[in-house]
């Protein structure tokens, strides 16, 4: 996401690094590339104007001017607008009552049913609460079949009474949830291919008879600009309390999250990361500001860890590195916990002061398997005693994993360098 908005700004704040003063003539040509970036990614004209207006005011200020590193100041301008435009504070779901209850609504098309499967596990996982799925669209053909389907994959219950009246349904399900001491209730609302009134009166009537916490919007970002209509037709309409962008992994661009809550005033609350069911995260606007400038996320790389590795697998793989111990069981061990935190690309556009070439790197998932598949066809004694491998032992690892000897002999020295650098850094001694 923001790929190419990120390129073109970090080459931006690049440039403006390099000056040791900062006058309205030497960052003309740093805030027109700025505005380009902006434009180019779908960032409503309006808003952009705004924003460079605000970036140029800040920039030629007293306090910059002062500054032994103006560069490094108009970088922390940059930032804090883009940070501002983007929400400033985390808007996180608001719960009140017991069980809280959360209306999802949009157009069809969204990707709405996955979504509210989607932030059900997130409830589970994250909160350690029990939600309760309820199926009240009842006109779209299969949608309670496909609500039905993700809740058994998911393990979490389904509540639905076929092709009845919304209404109702909605308020039986709040019932249950009472009933079963269920925490959240989730209402799966029926979309239309555009806003009509018969879709608003229908969702008017749902929200006056639950009150529910939360009205949320979901919302496919690859939309772009035409976003902003979606989201003031339904808000016209609804009290909506935040929108979810989906698919922001499939939008290179990203204007439509940059102009959201400017234009509507509407809160971004969660953003739609990859098709599996876990790829659902809050937006957090500092985090994605600093990831747009290539500053890198370390928290929602800590956060993701602390999520899916195994605590104390990852203890005991760190005391044998610091023994200098490690070995390829260990290496193995490593392997699967870091596959657990997703594709390998995105965790190194999250580590701060990546430069371009590292972040754009494509990192094939067939790659790790066959690494894996190799240290997998070794024996357990050979795994722990890698300097054994000699020739005859690596052709029979070779025909067991189907890989060629030459990707054997890359993957042991490039063990073998890992080891080094981990003795350097055990004495010490930093490998850079």
Do not use: W
Request: proline letters at 4%; charged letters at 30%; aromatic letters at 4%.
């Amino acid at each position: 996401m923001f790929e190419s908005l990120g390129d073109r700004l970090q080459s931006a704040v690049n440039k403006i690094k390099g000056y040791g003063k900062i006058t309205e003539d030497n960052i003309s040509d740093v805030t027109r590339e700025i505005r380009l970036a902006l434009l180019e990614a779908d960032v409503n004209y309006k808003v952009v104007k705004e924003f460079i207006n605000n970036v140029k005011e800040k920039a030629l200020g007293e306090e910059v001017a002062k500054s032994l590193k103006p560069g490094e100041m108009f970088v922390k301008i940059l930032k804090d607008e883009l940070v501002d435009l983007l929400g400033g504070d985390d808007a996180p779901l608001y719960m009140s009552g017991h069980p809280s209850v959360l209306m999802l609504v949009g157009l069809q098309g969204s990707g709405k049913t996955t979504t509210i499967g989607k932030l059900a596990l997130r409830l589970r996982k994250k909160e350690k609460k029990r939600p309760l799925l309820v199926a009240c669209d009842v006109y779209r053909p299969a949608a309670i079949d496909q609500l039905k389907t993700l809740g058994r994959e998911l393990n979490i219950e389904v509540y639905s009474e076929g092709k009845g009246n919304p209404v109702e349904i909605s308020k039986n399900a709040i019932k249950y949830a009472k009933e079963n001491n269920y925490d959240y209730v989730l209402i799966d609302t029926a979309g239309r291919l555009h806003i009509d009134e018969e879709l608003m009166d229908e969702l008017n009537n749902i929200n006056s008879e639950v009150n529910p916490d939360e009205v949320l919007l979901v919302i496919d970002s690859m939309t772009g600009q035409d976003a902003i209509n979606v989201i003031e037709g339904f808000n016209n309409k609804l009290p909506l309390t935040g929108a979810i962008l989906t698919k922001l992994d499939g939008d290179t661009r990203g204007g439509a999250a940059l102009s959201i809550r400017h234009l509507t005033n509407v809160p971004i609350k969660f953003i739609g990361i990859s098709e599996k069911l876990d790829g659902l995260d809050e937006f957090h606007p500092d985090r994605m500001a600093s990831r747009i400038l290539g500053m890198g996320d370390l928290m929602t790389m800590i956060e993701k860890a602390e999520d899916v590795i195994d605590q104390d697998e990852a203890m005991k793989t760190a005391k044998r590195m610091q023994e200098g111990k490690f070995d390829l069981e260990d290496f193995l061990s490593a392997l699967k916990q870091v596959k657990k935190l997703g594709p390998l690309e995105n965790l190194i556009k999250m580590m701060p002061g990546m430069p371009k070439e590292a972040r754009n790197l494509k990192v094939n998932p067939k790659d790790m398997a066959h690494i894996e598949a190799i240290v997998l066809s070794m024996t357990p004694y050979e795994r722990r005693h890698p300097e054994c491998l000699k020739n005859s032992r690596k052709i029979r690892i070779s025909k067991g994993c189907n890989r060629p000897v030459e990707e054997i002999n890359r993957l042991l020295k490039q063990f073998e360098e890992m080891k080094k650098m981990m003795k350097m850094m055990k004495n010490g001694k930093m490998p850079f």
